[in-house]
């Protein structure tokens, strides 16, 4: 590989006085700025008032109208949802190894043990198949309690994540629960206004959760949701999430169990409502900007863009670029370091989870497709200053 050559092409697909050009900066109109302003002038700026109502219900069109609740960030959107559903020590969660860490930072604080199932190089999420033939060889139903007798756990929950924007089969995710009596958690974080076959996640998944994290196509600064059909889970995540106090009243304290402080502030509520309403468009952008960079990639020969399946609508929240031959780590880090140098916000692929140290190594199974993902694979920026180019 001329590394030289594929290292200036790509510098010069942005112009030059545009740069620095970061992975994924927010778009903030005037608008936004406005918004946030009234909810100070009206003196909101806690969780209290009607703004973070208003957010869910606009969280909640996007999601297929199922209901919501608005808490300060994906992560504690994750960890609502797994004490929610009855997720705890010792019990097994199945998910994947390629993602940010969240999901599986959330495991770990219910005291859960996640088994990894490799991803489909379709989709980037979960692999059905494997999971399928995993489960026939090993689950087995002891009084309705699902054990998985390779590890010896009890399993709970399957827990699947958008990656880039693309959702997966989540239609099979729902059958493979139904069949073995679990939950299903899908993490939306990064497909927001994503659709597949006509649907967001929120249709199938017992909770889906979202982030509006300052790097999300919408943002609220910081921020996430909790979305799903059961209004009774729904209930639950409210009162967990606000200290778990249990009075009738709105002056006296009285907590029943143990509380987050998780609820969304009405400044980063009003921040997410203005943005929300913008949706479509950036959707809209974000699949022209992928559009530009699959005209691009055209003419290289080391690298492809990976492309959303049949049936799907992606919001393209970050594009993959994968080496079509097998790079070495030192190749693919300085071709990385040296676009960051010219001021062109690249990033690494995560590190795949099954190798962090803070995961027990005893059951985990091959991962070959997350492998060759996290060896291969970087992001460019999700910018309309290519466009200009
Ligand atoms: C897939 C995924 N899940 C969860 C999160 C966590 O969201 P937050 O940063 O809002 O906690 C992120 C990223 O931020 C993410 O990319």
Redesign the pocket.
Known sequence: MNSEKLLNEIISWYPKKELPININEPLISSSDIDAVIKTLDDNWVSTAGPIVNEFETSVSKVFDNKGVVAVN??????HMALVALGVSRKDEVITTPL??V??LNAIKYVGGEPLFIDISLQDLSLDINMLNSYAEKYFTDENNIVLDSNTNKKVKALLV???FGHIGEVEEYRKFCDKYKLKLIV????SLGSKRNNFTSAEFSDVT?A???G??IVTSG???AVVSGDEELLDKVRHLSTTANKTADKFSYFHDSVGYNYRLPALNAALGNSQIKNLNNKVKTYRDIHKSYAALVKNVEEINIFNEVENSESNYWLNLFMFKNNISKDEKNNLITQLNKNGIGVRNVWNVLHELPFVNKDSLLNYPNAEFVFNNGFNLPTTTKLLKS
């Open positions: 960030s994906g992560t504690s959107a994750l993602t940010f969240a999901p994540v958008d990656v993490d939306s974080a990064e959760t982030s509006f994290n790097n999300k910081a921020g996430g």
